[in-house]
């Protein structure tokens, strides 16, 4: 039952067909099988899991109702190792927070207990979330479980790793630039990369502040739509979420896509664009028009300038949000700091020096302004567009060694949208004849959750008897 | 380009050891080459973004709200004393 989706999940729950400590059992149970392969988790926390399982299945018996106000009441969910629990390690898969455990909960966590969700562990990542390959953990990476030998995209690979292998129900990553498309993309599940402030980075370990997006990694579109209801919100503590209202995202999914307006860019199909990832994009660009879909060719920003700006400007905000790690109030000093952060540091400190300033970072902020500009001429004219999310598949373990710009270079047709703040969504689109995942995104304008999750959805319906969603990771 | 590695470490605060001066000083310089294509983009007249979603002065009362307590707000750290943070001494001739 560790395979089911959360709408799944909840039937069975409210059918009395097994209890949420069957469920967390049989979730920790794969992880146990499957972690010595995959290194998805930084931090197992069973006993603590069990004990929420049982919390959970009380209510649900006593007070079968209370799943309408804990939509995720006794459902087994992964955390990525950069949001802050308390009493449970958080690490960001960095040595230097070795032994930190925090004493308060980031907002994402406390509105995922809030609404009944049973916490099953942390998950690794590129450790301070720098990278795209989950190899710059420093516990080790984690592997795709399509094929082991493959890596799992970043930098939330734990969390897409975790629940491409049935190890959970559902997890969390966050996105700074692709680090919850990418990988759910070369994991073959479904990323949500929510509008910058529709949920609250409060707690989270934070890497580039103007761009940091928390969000969901799940089975199914559905199944992402609920997470969002739970986690989005105006929060007192992170002064760059918004007031808009919170949509009921998950009961809204049932718009046709006709005479939607998808915008088609030839850029996003950049040279060196691995021929099947096209391919499948193509057929999946077919597939909307053959419900009744408008497609348009428009003219977007290169994306390849969206490389230069996202390293500046997230190097730059690294450099910063790093400087407060001297061990002085939890864990350890700056000697343990590893070669990706070191060289993100370094590179964000003379972008910020003395003189360079205006150069680099504000010059970069600039462009910004125009990548904006550009996306809302776009989006006059098309209601979403549609790219590969990454232009080639899952790499083999080792690609990332020595290779400097790894992650800002591997999420090329990400970061424009990242750095404009809008939203996106990754769903998998079908498999490469070697037998990895290819993933598609959905871009819509800053706030368009529900369009986005809607059109999503709507590719999940009318595919979901093709015979390559039938397949299971052979772990 | 002429990257000064040892001034860029110090305002880092990162101990580096001669052989990863050598190698962040090649990997800085090339990947200053390469975001230098930015360049290419007139930016006369054009505004910075640093907030995407157009907030502006978000402020909340200023109130005193409950906190962590003393003994959790230490309860990572290597080094107390007397329910506070020890460190170094800033001022090292100081009597």
């Known amino acids: ?475 | 380009m002429k990257i000064n590695i040892s001034h860029i470490a110090k305002l880092a605060n990162l101990f580096l050891l001669p052989n990863e001066k050598t190698k962040l000083e090649m990997q800085l310089e090339e990947t200053i080459d390469y975001v230098n294509e930015l360049n290419q983009i007139d930016t006369k007249n054009i505004e910075p973004t640093s907030q995407v979603t157009g907030l502006e002065n978000i402020t909340r009362d200023d109130l005193a709200k409950p906190s962590l307590s003393q003994d959790d707000a230490l309860s990572n750290a290597k080094s107390k004393h007397n329910g506070f943070f020890k460190v170094n001494a800033v001022f090292k001739d100081y009597e």
């Not at chain 1, 997230?314 to 070669?339: C, P």
């Not at chain 1, 680099?360 to 979403?384: G, H, L, M």
């Not at chain 1, 800002?408 to 990242?418: H, K, Q, R, T």
Request: hydrophobic letters at 35%; a neutral charge; aromatic letters at 8%.
């Open chain 1, 1 to 475: 039952m560790n395979n089911l989706t959360i709408k799944k999940a909840k039937e069975g729950l409210l059918d009395n067909k097994f209890s949420s400590v069957d469920l967390t059992r049989a979730c920790l149970l794969q992880i146990k099988n499957t972690e010595g392969k995959l290194n998805a988790f930084v931090t197992v926390t069973d006993d603590k899991a069990l004990e929420q399982a049982r919390k959970a299945d009380q209510q649900i018996s006593h007070e079968p109702q209370a799943t309408s106000y804990k939509p995720l009441l006794g459902i087994p969910i992964a955390i990525k190792d950069n949001f802050s629990t308390k009493g449970i390690r958080t690490t960001a898969s960095s040595k230097v927070l070795d032994d930190y455990i925090p004493p308060f909960d980031a907002t994402v966590v406390k509105k995922l207990k809030d609404a009944g969700a049973v916490i099953l562990g942390k998950t690794n990542m590129d450790a301070w979330a720098h990278g795209s390959s989950t190899e710059t953990s420093d516990y080790g990476a984690t592997k795709n479980p399509w094929n082991t030998n493959y890596l799992p995209g970043g930098s939330s690979g734990g969390s897409a790793a975790s629940v491409a292998a049935n190890q959970c129900i559902a997890a969390i990553g966050s996105e700074t630039a692709g680090s919850i498309r990418q990988p759910s993309s070369w994991c073959g599940v479904v990323g949500l990369k929510p509008t910058y402030g529709r949920v609250s980075r409060y707690g989270v370990i934070a890497m580039g502040s103007s761009l940091d997006s928390p969000g969901p990694i799940t089975k199914t579109v559905e199944d992402s739509a609920l997470i969002l209801e739970v986690l989005a919100g105006k929060d007192e503590l992170d002064a760059t979420t918004s007031p808009k209202e919170i949509l009921q995202y998950s009961k809204n999914l049932d718009k046709s896509v006709k005479d939607l307006k998808i915008g088609i860019s030839s850029q996003y199909f950049i040279k060196g664009i691995d021929k099947e990832v096209e391919g499948s994009i193509k057929a999946a660009i077919k597939k909307f028009e053959s419900l009744g879909a408008k497609i348009e060719e428009i003219k977007l920003f290169e994306p390849k300038y969206a490389i230069d700006v996202y390293t500046i400007i997230q190097r730059s905000e690294v450099s910063s949000n790093l400087a407060r790690y001297d061990g002085i109030r939890y864990g350890f000093d700056r000697t343990k700091f590893q070669e990706e952060a070191k060289r993100r540091i370094m590179f964000g400190t003379y972008a910020l020096s003395s003189g360079y300033y205006d150069q680099y970072y504000n010059n970069a902020q600039r462009v910004r302004t125009v990548i904006i500009k550009d996306f809302e001429k776009a989006f006059e004219k098309v209601d979403i567009i549609i790219a590969p999310t990454s232009p080639s598949l899952a790499l083999p373990v080792g690609s990332t060694k020595d290779v400097s710009m790894f992650g800002e270079i591997a999420d090329v047709l990400v970061e424009p949208s990242s750095i404009a703040g809008l939203c996106g969504i990754n769903i998998p689109v079908g498999f490469s004849k070697s037998h990895l995942p290819i993933g598609m995104q959905i871009i819509g304008p800053q706030f368009s959750e529900q369009l986005v999750l809607s059109v999503a959805h709507q590719y999940e319906l009318n595919t979901q008897n093709e015979s390559w969603r039938k397949r299971e990771p052979g772990l």
